[in-house]
């Protein structure tokens, strides 16, 4: 198991930026693929994007294709996400997580789970 830590929220207007961090403790993730989720207030957990530890090119929902960008820095332990063009929409707690498969990108499939950070997007 791996533990968890998301960091990097906040309030911005909408148009502006963010970069996430999850830092990682317990063990290394190198062997895991490592996701983002987000839920925003009153709905379900959902997918935002996903990297495996293959090299080959990360997973996006449609609705940030595009503007959001997901890296893992292996070595030290870290996981990111940038957001770009921030709409109200994005509003959301968001969630790093952890899963054993390299195909993974529903909640079911990560085992692993961060505290989550608020992330609010101001029109």
């Known amino acids: 198991q791996v533990q968890l830590v998301e960091s990097g929220g906040g309030s911005v207007q909408a148009g502006g930026s963010l970069i996430l961090s999850c830092a990682a403790s317990?063990?290394?993730?190198?062997?895991?693929?490592m996701g983002w989720f987000r839920q925003p207030p009153g709905k379900e957990r959902e997918f935002v994007a996903a990297?495996?530890?293959?090299?080959?090119?990360?997973s996006y929902a449609d609705s940030v294709e595009g503007r959001f960008t997901i890296s893992r820095d292996d070595g030290r332990n870290t996981l990111y996400l940038l957001m770009n063009s921030l709409k109200p929409e994005d509003t959301a707690v968001y969630y790093c997580?952890?899963?054993?498969?390299?195909?993974?990108?529903?909640?079911?499939?990560?085992?692993?789970w961060g505290q989550g950070t608020q992330v609010t997007v101001s029109s």
């Open positions: 990297a495996n530890w293959r090299g080959t090119p990360p």
């Open positions: 997580a952890a899963a054993y498969g390299d195909s993974a990108h529903t909640v079911d499939d990560f085992h692993s």
């Open positions: 317990g063990r290394t993730f190198s062997g895991y693929t």
